[in-house]
Every structure is written in structure tokens, then in C-alpha cells.
């Protein structure tokens, strides 16, 4: 954490969101999340944003897809539309255009 800026942001910000006192709880109860055997019992439409660079969670986002048998699609933000970053840093408007008119085509 003294070395890197997101590994401090990141156990911070799960120390006041999942109210633990030690990044050693954070990593526990962060294990606890888990959608194996929950994932096929989604039944609604269902849109997963990705990006080229994730830095957290690479890869999860197919994983999640896969195990899903709703309406899907998965949104990939690429390194082209400068949204290739965690939760599309840098081109928020882009993501908020394509997720809006995603949501206009499902609803």
C-alpha cells in the first residue's frame, strides 16, 4: 500500500464499504462475492461493460457472460475509443451514450 496508490485506494475503500477493520478482512469478505451457481438464475436483460485494460477484475467480465443464459451482451471499450481503462476512465461520455442506448434498445 505505501508503494502503489491503487492498492492503497482499493483496501481503503473496502474497509469503509464492506465497514472491516484490516485489508486482511477486506480480502476475506471480498472472497464471500461469488455468482457460481447464482449467475443462471438471472432472467432479465443483462449488460456487462469491459474493458480492453482492466487493471482489477481481467477477464471476469467473459467469465460472468459465459454464465449467464439471459438476454446478454457484452460491451467491450477499447483502447481506440480512449475508454480502455477501469470502468471506462477517461471517456465517461462515450460509456454513458453506448450503456444509455443500450438500456433504450432493452426497455
Same mark, same amino acid.
Given at each position: ?19 472491516? @477493520? #484490516? ?10 462475492? &461469488? ?5 443462471? !438464475?438471472? @432472467? =432479465?436483460?443483462?449488460?456487462? =461493460?469491459?474493458? +480492453? @485494460?482492466?487493471? /482489477? /477484475? ?6 460472468? /457472460?459465459?454464465?449467464? +443464459? =439471459?438476454?446478454? +451482451?457484452?460491451?467491450? %471499450? #477499447?483502447? *481506440?475509443?480512449?475508454? +480502455?481503462?477501469? =470502468?471506462?476512465?477517461?471517456? !465517461?461520455? *462515450?460509456?454513458?451514450? !453506448?450503456? /444509455? &442506448?443500450?438500456?433504450?434498445?432493452? %426497455?
Amino acid at each position: 500500500m505505501r508503494r502503489s496508490t491503487t492498492s492503497r485506494w482499493a483496501i481503503i475503500d473496502g474497509l469503509w464499504k464492506l465497514n472491516v @477493520k #484490516t485489508p486482511f478482512q477486506v480480502l476475506k469478505e471480498y472472497a464471500k462475492y &461469488d455468482l457460481e451457481g447464482i449467475a443462471g !438464475r438471472i @432472467k =432479465c436483460p443483462v449488460l456487462i =461493460c469491459d474493458s +480492453e @485494460k482492466e487493471m /482489477f /477484475f481481467q477477464g471476469q467480465s467473459q467469465v460472468l /457472460f459465459d454464465h449467464l +443464459e =439471459c438476454p446478454k +451482451e457484452l460491451m467491450l %471499450f #477499447t483502447v *481506440l475509443e480512449g475508454a +480502455e481503462e477501469h =470502468c471506462q476512465q477517461g471517456a !465517461r461520455l *462515450l460509456a454513458h451514450q !453506448r450503456i /444509455f &442506448d443500450w438500456l433504450d434498445e432493452c %426497455f
